[in-house]
């Protein structure tokens, strides 16, 4: 398995769409400070017509995931 970076992804209104390890998920790299696991980072996801939308988090090990 590789990871293969996405130039988008489709947000379909009013639908569920799941992130999670081994599967589509999403990565925050380069961070100075790693939230600690269990809180709550600030995230702005940008969208082709919403605009800019801010979004709360959680942190999670990858460890507590893949059990």
Do not use: C, I
């Amino acid at each position: 398995m590789r990871m293969v970076r996405l130039p988008s992804l489709v947000l379909p209104a009013g639908e569920t769409v799941v992130l999670e390890p081994g599967r589509r998920h999403g990565m925050l790299e380069g961070l100075r400070d790693l939230p600690e696991a269990g809180s709550n980072l600030a995230v702005v996801l940008h969208f082709a017509r919403a605009g800019a939308v801010p979004v709360a988090v959680r942190m999670v090990r990858y460890e507590d995931l893949v059990r």
